[in-house]
């Protein structure tokens, strides 16, 4: 309840406690000089001194509502943008049936590494975090404002062994992703957290997937970017090494990933339903890239000018009791009160 501007009544014993406290002490004022005059003649105590008491009363009363301050502090919160980016390093991603912007027959992963660098671009002030996903998901780089750093790792992506694969499962990034969510959110509440993931879609893997839904908790928005083509291609045999490119092999069957059904050259495809699937348990959406499209239009464009710094002011409150002045007017109450009952009872000795 505003009295004045800037003063409020905050009863510390709440308004319900504090108001029978005080509607008691307001009916004590009362009594009290009704009752003096019905005892006029047959008291002691004269008017200045019932008006004392009753004073002092109302004094207390008004302590019990608590007359309060009331100011205001302005703060200034930054709200960051966080962007993880995962990239599917699966051997389907060296199929070369991609295309980004100008560039075309070029091999999903090379999509995918441009894809990133535009990324870059279109979040000027973002920190990123880096993963690659193929039999397990690995955080390469934590939130970092250094886009060179992120440049770096998308150039330096390489397809995982053919060796080593054991099928493409697209919840590979799903732990990692959860943990360095989560640390994020907690550490910076008010920070918008992003998600790029960039695959072909294919899910080979005899193990179910699981539903990237657990991320909404942490998500602000996610992006599905799907790389590859329906038609497909054959997936050349990636080597244990890290040098060379993809689709640089020499010609012969024995150079391509085959199908143990029927021991011909596997042709892999991106798979849109999968995609589209992921996007829709993030909440999220999915956009091909493909040729004559690049991140600079569609749906990234526009997130990216949503998503960037912003200063956000939040105006607080406070309550700040202001008891002492009336406390000090009853202690000087209580103080004549106690003289002037000492000089009373002196006379009637």
Do not use: C
């Not at 199929?95 to 990324?119: F, M, N, P, T």
């Not at 690995?138 to 970092?144: E, G, N, Q, S, V």
Request: no cysteine; charged share 20%; hydrophobic share 40%.
């Amino acid at each position: 309840m505003n009295i004045l501007n800037g003063l409020t009544l905050d009863p510390s014993l709440g308004w319900t406690g504090g108001g029978i406290l005080t509607a008691l002490l307001l009916l004590l004022a009362a009594a009290i000089p009704i009752t003096h005059h019905r005892a006029k003649g047959h008291t002691d105590a004269g008017t200045l001194a019932t008006v004392r008491r009753t004073v002092m009363v109302l004094v207390l009363a008004l302590m019990v509502l608590t007359p309060s301050v009331v100011s205001q502090t302005t703060n200034r919160a930054i709200n960051a943008t966080d962007v993880y980016i995962a990239v599917d390093v699966t051997g389907s991603m060296a199929v070369k049936d991609a295309a980004y912007g100008d560039h075309s027959d070029i091999s999903r992963l090379e999509a995918a590494r441009l894809a990133v660098d535009d990324l870059t671009k279109a979040y000027p002030d973002a920190s990123f975090a880096a993963l690659r996903f193929g039999m397990s998901g690995t955080l390469d780089l934590p939130l970092t404002p250094d886009d060179r750093a992120i440049g770096n790792w998308s150039r330096g992506l390489r397809t995982e062994p053919t060796s080593q694969s054991a099928g493409s499962n697209l919840d590979a990034p799903l732990d990692q992703l959860v943990i360095s969510m989560k640390e994020t959110r907690q550490q910076h509440p008010d920070d918008r957290i992003l998600l790029y993931l960039i695959t072909d879609g294919e899910q080979t893997s005899s193990h179910p997937r699981r539903s990237f839904s657990t991320l909404r908790a942490y998500l602000d928005d996610a992006f599905v970017l799907g790389t590859g083509s329906a038609t497909g291609g054959r997936i050349p045999v990636s080597q244990d090494t890290l040098e060379g490119t993809e689709g640089t092999h020499p010609e012969g069957d024995d150079q391509w990933v085959k199908d143990p059904q029927t021991g011909q050259p596997g042709i892999s495809t991106m798979d849109q339903k999968n995609l589209k699937a992921l996007a829709d348990e993030m909440s999220g959406s999915f956009e091909h890239l493909d040729k004559g499209r690049t991140l600079d239009s569609g749906t990234t464009a526009k997130a990216s000018k949503q998503y960037r710094v912003t200063t956000v002011t939040k105006i607080r409150r406070h309550v700040t009791p202001l008891i002492w002045p009336l406390a000090l007017v009853e202690v000087i109450l209580l103080i004549w009160e106690l003289a002037d009952w000492i000089r009373t009872s002196r006379r009637l000795l």
